[in-house]
């Protein structure tokens, strides 16, 4: 079964922390991507990945970057948390062209920043 | 500049009655028109897409609907179940953009 892993499904970070989201993908996709989800705002892109050691910036990168070392991981990093990053984080992967393929999503983070 | 409106933030629908989800979208290059499901604490699980070049596709109890020359996608779920109760969110692709583009979410709720 094919599968997009994100490391944590509840996180609790104090204010000024730098946190690191965790995903994996085990399908071999060439595109990875961060969003976040909150209530009354749907998903919003913060980073997106089409290949190794390259990033893109989506509608909302300020205050996160990332890190695509391997193809098959994309970590997303908060530099210095703050509470209005508290939100609900989905990473998702697709092979080739993402409208044609669309995405396979994981998980999700929930993450509270304290 | 939104490309993307899905203007009911929810909506409420009896068992075994019709449930129409619909989106607005502003972008005439899009190809690929998706719709997804998510249930709380879990990542969105793709449900039903259709290609520019289709006005309808249809998978069991789900149709979506696209009319091009309006810029309108909608999702009808019939019958409807209980288990349907989710947020959906229409999801928006091709032309020149790299990711999709997601609207911003339906809560359906399905009372028995």
């Known amino acids: 079964d094919v599968k997009v892993t994100q490391s944590s499904r509840y996180l609790v970070k104090r204010t000024g922390e730098k946190v690191f989201l965790e995903c994996v993908q085990d399908?071999?996709?060439?595109?990875m991507f961060w969003y976040r989800q909150d209530p009354g705002l749907g998903l919003r892109l913060i980073y997106f990945?089409?290949?190794?050691?390259?990033?893109e910036k989506g509608d909302i990168p300020e205050g996160y970057s990332v890190s695509r070392e391997k193809k098959e991981r994309f970590s997303l990093i908060l530099e210095s948390a703050s509470t209005n990053q508290t939100s609900m984080y989905l990473c998702?992967?697709?092979?080739?062209?993402?409208?044609?393929?669309?995405?396979?999503f994981g998980s999700g983070t929930r993450l509270t920043v304290v | 500049d939104q490309q993307v409106k899905q203007n009911s933030p929810s909506l409420s629908v009896q068992e075994g009655r019709i449930s129409i989800l619909n989106c607005d979208y502003t972008?005439?290059?899009?190809?690929?028109f998706l719709w997804y499901k998510k249930y709380p604490a879990e990542g969105p699980t793709f449900l039903i897409s259709?290609?520019?070049?289709?006005d309808k596709n249809e998978d069991g109890r789900f149709t979506v609907f696209l009319n091009k020359s309006a810029k309108h996608l909608s999702l009808h779920i019939v019958p409807s179940q209980p288990g349907d109760s989710a947020v959906y969110f229409c999801?928006?692709?091709?032309?020149?953009?790299?990711?999709?583009?997601f609207g911003k979410g339906t809560k359906l709720s399905v009372k028995p």
């Open positions: 998702a992967s697709s092979p080739g062209s993402p409208g044609e393929h669309g995405y396979t």
């Open positions: 259709i290609s520019s070049i289709k």
């Open positions: 990945s089409y290949d190794v050691k390259m990033k």
């Open positions: 999801a928006f692709g091709g032309g020149s953009q790299g990711n999709l583009i």
């Open positions: 399908m071999d996709h060439e595109n």
């Open positions: 972008n005439s290059m899009f190809d690929y």
